[in-house]
């Protein structure tokens, strides 16, 4: 049996080949199937797109058709997203029987978008690799360093002496799990849902009761869930402001002139603001809950805006008093819609862009975003703005008013606008085939390749850290530091 040599671990790669079955071995190497493609990358690769081939089945490891070569030198470095949260046990390293197989591999746990430049701090594991030409020989991991994996990246640093490297399969064996969310979703079916029960008036920032009432083929029937978010131990503040560590949030009470900003949450930045991202939450949220998740993805130089919605009666659930940027009337495309309270809103939003500029913080560094109903209103509101924003986040939402366009942006500056837009696949309240339609609307409204429309297995209406990764991405590329 060939050993190789783990770094720091003390771990020997090992063939099992003996141990268990082809076919069960084969299940054991499917982390394959939870690698999110369409982000996975390979730097230095001869072939563009040759970097994912080498990713399948362990059963078709032995295909020479497919391989990665690399270009420049021998280093190849390969950034790999997951769908989920992973437990990364083994790895195979298959290449030729000559000085072109890796002879040493380097591995960093969640560090997105990996360069060159960034491999030459630490790595969480490096191997020293024997030639293996059959897929057999196994690199152990460290379990409990490598037990919450959203992204890998494997930087082949050297071979056994040729210009260039080259890799038939890499199998990575471990666990998947879905992607843990932000909130807990407790669901109940009600015969006929009574308003007493829901006590819409006792909001705080950490518990949130969002009901919503559906009714069908108007009959009695009600749909009602309930969407709980709390997180223990934490008061709320009712002026001031909440110092955390290093992160300051405001209330910022001195802005009567603009409507929003007068209770508005406001993460400062740690350094000279140079840039904004205004943020919107959800049906009968406040701006808090949104406030502390951006801030674990913040940016020093960047300003996050996280206004509270007005308080008004709100038809879709029977008229309850709530925190909403419109009226809503029901949740499905062809409902009727609250069109002046749409375009009060967007008005309203409008202002709190203008309030910005005013205060040294370019259109072009601003970027508009919220969450389901708060989404929505951003993608109306940046799609008629008279400015050139920067970018457009839209998680779990849809377009308002989306018979308008694309006539409704004819006086707007952002027909060429970067959006991302992210629907979980298990969402029950805004279901993942309207994100769909909104994604195709959006790219009859502007320029199509700037639309990405991105879905998460297992996420119901709600985040996940994966798509706060992408939130992150998204935010860096487009805000620049200056």
């Known amino acids: 049996m060939s050993h190789g040599h783990s770094h720091g671990g003390g771990s020997c790669c090992h063939s099992d080949d003996h141990e268990e079955p082809p076919e069960r071995r084969g299940q054991a190497w499917g982390l394959y199937l939870r690698i999110d493609r369409e982000r996975l990358e390979c730097l230095n690769e001869r072939r563009e797109g040759s970097g994912a081939l080498v990713f399948r089945a362990w059963e078709d490891r032995g295909d020479r058709q497919k391989f990665v070569e690399s270009d420049d030198d021998e280093e190849l470095l390969f950034n790999i997203p997951f769908t989920g949260n992973v437990k990364l046990k083994g790895i195979i390293v298959m290449g030729d029987n000559d000085d072109t197989h890796p002879s040493e591999m380097r591995l960093f746990k969640n560090i997105p978008h990996m360069s060159f430049g960034d491999t030459a701090r630490e790595p969480d594991q490096m191997f020293s690799l024997n030639r293996d030409v059959t897929g057999e020989l196994e690199y152990p991991t460290k379990i ?135 943020f919107l939450h959800g049906l009968g949220d406040t701006g808090h809950s949104w406030a502390e998740a951006l801030s674990s993805i913040r940016l020093p130089y960047v300003k996050y805006i996280c206004p509270h919605a007005p308080r008004i009666p709100v038809t879709l659930n029977m008229k309850m008093v709530m925190p909403s940027w419109f009226d809503l009337m029901g949740l499905s495309p062809d409902a009727p819609e609250d069109e002046t309270g749409i375009k009060k809103a967007a008005e309203n939003l409008k202002a709190v862009i203008e309030h910005e500029i005013k205060n040294g913080i370019p259109a072009n560094r601003i970027i508009l975003g919220g969450f389901s109903q708060g989404g929505a209103l951003s993608l109306y509101t940046a799609l008629t703005c008279p400015h050139q924003l920067a970018g457009i986040v839209a998680l779990s939402c849809w377009l308002p008013l989306h018979k308008t366009f694309p006539q409704a942006a004819n006086n707007s500056m952002n027909k060429d606008i970067p959006i991302l837009q992210c629907h979980g696949e298990m969402d029950p309240m805004i279901p993942v085939r309207f994100g769909a339609l909104t994604a195709e609307k959006l790219k009859g409204i502007v320029t199509p390749s700037r639309v990405q429309f991105r879905t998460y297995p297992g996420m119901m209406h709600s985040s996940c850290p994966q798509e706060m990764m992408a939130v992150k991405e998204f935010i860096e590329k487009l805000l620049p530091r200056i």
């Open 144 to 278: 409990a360093r490598f037990s919450n994996v959203y992204h890998l990246s494997i930087h082949i640093s050297k071979n056994f002496g040729a210009e260039t490297t080259k890799i038939f399969y890499i199998g990575l064996r471990g666990e998947w799990t879905e992607p843990h969310r932000h909130e807990v979703t407790i669901c109940n079916y009600e015969a006929a849902a009574n308003p007493a029960d829901h006590k819409i008036d006792q909001f705080t920032p950490e518990t949130i009761h969002l009901v919503v009432l559906q009714t069908v083929h108007q009959s009695t029937a009600c749909f009602s869930m309930n969407i709980i978010r709390w997180k223990p131990g934490r008061k709320r503040q009712e002026e001031g402001g909440v110092s955390c560590g290093n992160l300051y949030w405001c209330m910022c009470g001195n802005n009567m002139s603009v409507p929003l900003l007068a209770d508005a949450v406001t993460i400062s930045g740690a350094e000279r603001e140079t840039a904004a991202v205004i």
